[in-house]
């Protein structure tokens, strides 16, 4: 038996590769996404480790060409959520007794498995099913996948290293349980790493997950939980149960074993959550744990002394990048009058350089929205500023749904620091800009702060030492991550530890230890080496 004490070191991110033309990354992907392209798979729900088959048969569809099948898939019933619970539940009596370093193993071989053997196999998933170009794919079901997992054993290590002080009276410790039931991950379209985290943060920890992937990222999902097994998962630790929500969550929050929910998502879905979970609350064994990183209207406020080439960078980077469908995207700005014309042709000059298509053209720097309701509700916002009053559009406008979601990158410029597309979360390519008077620094900021329910990211851009801190004194409780002089997104595991408050999130910081302490139920253990034989205190002398 190895009795020594063991660390996971500080691990360093994982090297994103460029996919140049003719690089052998390049050439790979290639291959895979031809292959992928060219087959449509049959997709199962996995409980208990088995594949199950219900016979209810949805499809997986390319964002950028809608009409082409990559995938089925079988959903859930009732019935077979109800075998996952107790599946999770009985594999649980085994997992938590598993030393923590064993299960940090497992997470560090599929690290590997990841950067290695199917590294092109998630990216060319990413890219199909979720509308990614090959740099957004690479960044998300490769990097920050692999970081999450071998970050992860580092935090962990940190996790169970801390322990309490003791003297010479008594010994005292700290164990770290994992929750008494099962955590319900429910993972959104947009980042197949986010997916990843969300169910091994509570497993390696101990705990069982029941994992409700979106519809729009079945296919991704789905060989992310083919590798977690091939690394040792083991049968039920997580249950893979594509399907309706209305009946996947519902069975879940009705189990008195419901232990947890770890959460990305809109927060409409986690308000309502957060209520059935109220409603319940007499029938679970213990309370659970809830942590969700939510919606966001993220913002770039730019003082006159900004540089406008960085600026128009930043618009263009933050906004644009997977087609404004990242949390942390930039769908609001705040700019002087005086920085704006020459940012707009330094804009204009850019987009030049941006085209439009699908992701099998590798040289696209924007591709669809993931499916027709999105692209229908962000066109109806897009369509609207084209006879406002108050708005215009100075790049981009138009939309085309006849074979992909596809939606121009679009600017629009307002007179009104609250019209509709400065305060509503649209998740797409569209960036609204209102023009403040160079004067009235202070007063914008204030209007920033107070226009948006949401808090997840944002950014200042200045050369000014006073301003900067001024935006950042009152910005404070604006932006979970804030960024000076920088796009607000691409938040890297290990670096920046990501989450908003407000209507954003519980603000657990995914990619610290931070995020891994919800998902343990410390119990304090005191050892009395000589305990006393008098119940008598001096005082009663």
Same mark, same amino acid.
Not at 45 to 69: C, D, Q, S, Y
Not at 486 to 510: E, I, L, M, Y
């Given at each position: 038996?190895?009795?020594?004490?063991?660390?996971?070191?500080?691990?360093?991110?994982?090297?994103?590769?460029?996919?140049?033309?003719?690089?052998?990354?390049?050439?790979?992907?290639?291959?895979?996404?031809?292959?992928?392209?060219?087959?449509?798979?049959?997709?199962?729900?996995?409980?208990?480790?088995?594949?199950?088959?219900?016979?209810?048969?949805?499809?997986?569809?390319?964002?950028?060409?809608?009409?082409?099948?990559?995938?089925?898939?079988?959903?859930?019933?009732?019935?077979?959520?109800?075998?996952?619970?107790?599946?999770?539940?009985?594999?649980?009596?085994?997992?938590?007794?598993?030393?923590?370093?064993?299960?940090? +193993?497992?997470?560090?071989?599929?690290?590997?498995?990841?950067?290695?053997?199917?590294?092109?196999?998630?990216?060319?998933?990413?890219? /199909?099913?979720?509308?990614?170009?090959?740099?957004?794919?690479?960044?998300?079901?490769?990097?920050?996948?692999?970081?999450?997992?071998?970050?992860?054993?580092?935090?962990? +290590?940190?996790?169970?290293?801390?322990?309490?002080?003791?003297?010479?009276?008594?010994?005292?410790?700290?164990?770290?349980?994992? /929750?008494?039931?099962?955590?319900?991950?429910?993972?959104?379209?947009?980042?197949?790493?986010?997916?990843?985290?969300?169910?091994?943060?509570?497993?390696?920890?101990?705990?069982?997950?029941?994992?409700?992937?979106?519809?729009?990222?079945?296919?991704?999902?789905?060989?992310?939980?083919?590798?977690?097994?091939?690394?040792?998962?083991?049968?039920?630790?997580?249950?893979?149960?594509?399907?309706?929500?209305?009946?996947?969550?519902?069975?879940?929050?009705?189990?008195?074993?419901?232990?947890?929910?770890?959460?990305?998502?809109?927060?409409?879905?986690?308000?309502?959550?957060?209520?059935?979970?109220?409603?319940?609350?007499?029938?679970?064994?213990?309370?659970?744990?809830?942590?969700?990183?939510?919606?966001?209207?993220?913002?770039?406020?730019?003082?006159?002394?900004?540089?406008?080439?960085?600026?128009?960078?930043?618009?263009?980077?933050?906004?644009?990048?997977?087609?404004?469908?990242?949390?942390?995207?930039?769908?609001?700005?705040?700019?002087?009058?005086?920085?704006?014309?020459?940012?707009?042709?330094?804009?204009?000059?850019?987009?030049?350089?941006?085209?439009?298509?699908?992701?099998?053209?590798?040289?696209?720097?924007?591709?669809?929205?993931?499916?027709?309701?999105?692209?229908?509700?962000?066109?109806?916002?897009?369509?609207?500023?084209?006879?406002?009053?108050?708005?215009?559009?100075?790049?981009?406008?138009?939309?085309?749904? +006849?074979?992909?979601?596809?939606?121009?990158?679009?600017?629009?410029?307002?007179?009104?620091?609250?019209?509709?597309?400065?305060?509503?979360?649209?998740?797409?390519?569209?960036?609204?800009?209102?023009?403040?008077?160079?004067?009235?620094?202070?007063?914008?900021?204030?209007?920033?702060? +107070?226009?948006?329910?949401?808090?997840?990211?944002?950014?200042?851009?200045?050369?000014?030492?006073?301003?900067?801190?001024?935006?950042?004194?009152?910005?404070?409780?604006?932006?979970?991550?804030?960024?000076?002089?920088?796009?607000?997104?691409?938040?890297?595991?290990?670096?920046?530890?990501?989450?908003?408050?407000?209507?954003?999130?519980?603000?657990?910081?995914?990619?610290?230890?931070?995020?891994?302490?919800?998902?343990?139920?410390?119990?304090?253990?005191?050892?009395?080496?000589?305990?006393?034989?008098?119940?008598?205190?001096?005082?009663?002398?």
């Amino acid at each position: 038996m190895n009795n020594a004490t063991f660390f996971f070191r500080e691990p360093k991110n994982e090297t994103v590769l460029g996919y140049a033309p003719n690089s052998p990354e390049r050439i790979e992907l290639e291959k895979e996404l031809t292959r992928q392209y060219n087959q449509c798979i049959e997709i199962p729900l996995i409980v208990n480790g088995k594949e199950v088959r219900t016979g209810n048969i949805g499809k997986v569809v390319m964002p950028t060409e809608h009409g082409h099948v990559l995938a089925t898939y079988h959903k859930a019933t009732k019935e077979v959520v109800e075998q996952a619970i107790a599946s999770a539940m009985e594999a649980r009596k085994k997992w938590e007794k598993v030393d923590w370093i064993d299960r940090c +193993s497992i997470m560090q071989k599929a690290a590997e498995l990841l950067s290695k053997k199917y590294r092109y196999l998630l990216n060319a998933a990413t890219m /199909l099913g979720q509308g990614k170009n090959p740099y957004q794919a690479e960044i998300d079901s490769a990097c920050e996948a692999i970081d999450f997992l071998r970050f992860n054993a580092y935090y962990a +290590s940190k996790i169970y290293a801390q322990q309490p002080m003791s003297d010479n009276t008594a010994i005292n410790r700290i164990e770290y349980r994992p /929750l008494e039931g099962f955590v319900y991950a429910i993972s959104p379209f947009n980042f197949t790493a986010i997916a990843c985290n969300l169910n091994i943060s509570p497993v390696l920890m101990g705990n069982v997950t029941i994992w409700k992937p979106a519809t729009t990222a079945i296919l991704s999902n789905y060989y992310l939980m083919t590798v977690l097994q091939e690394a040792g998962v083991p049968d039920g630790v997580i249950n893979f149960l594509p399907g309706e929500g209305s009946v996947i969550s519902g069975t879940c929050f009705a189990s008195p074993d419901l232990a947890g929910i770890h959460f990305t998502g809109s927060t409409g879905t986690f308000n309502n959550f957060w209520k059935q979970i109220g409603d319940n609350i007499n029938h679970y064994k213990t309370y659970p744990k809830i942590v969700g990183e939510t919606g966001g209207k993220d913002f770039i406020f730019a003082h006159s002394s900004a540089c406008s080439k960085q600026l128009a960078v930043a618009i263009v980077r933050g906004s644009f990048e997977y087609q404004g469908q990242k949390c942390s995207a930039a769908s609001r700005a705040y700019v002087p009058k005086g920085l704006w014309n020459e940012t707009l042709e330094y804009i204009k000059a850019m987009m030049k350089d941006v085209t439009v298509g699908c992701v099998r053209q590798m040289s696209n720097y924007v591709n669809a929205v993931i499916d027709e309701k999105a692209f229908n509700e962000i066109m109806k916002y897009v369509d609207a500023a084209k006879t406002a009053s108050d708005a215009q559009i100075v790049i981009g406008g138009n939309g085309d749904k +006849s074979k992909g979601f596809f939606i121009e990158p679009t600017i629009i410029v307002t007179s009104n620091p609250h019209y509709a597309t400065m305060e509503t979360e649209l998740f797409g390519p569209v960036m609204t800009i209102y023009l403040y008077d160079d004067d009235k620094y202070e007063e914008t900021l204030a209007i920033c702060d +107070s226009t948006s329910p949401y808090a997840l990211t944002g950014s200042i851009f200045s050369n000014c030492i006073y301003s900067t801190k001024k935006a950042m004194k009152m910005l404070r409780y604006a932006a979970g991550n804030f960024y000076i002089n920088d796009k607000p997104t691409g938040a890297v595991v290990g670096n920046q530890p990501f989450g908003g408050a407000r209507a954003s999130g519980t603000n657990d910081k995914a990619g610290s230890e931070l995020n891994l302490y919800r998902w343990v139920s410390p119990r304090c253990i005191k050892e009395t080496l000589l305990p006393p034989t008098d119940f008598r205190y001096p005082f009663m002398g």
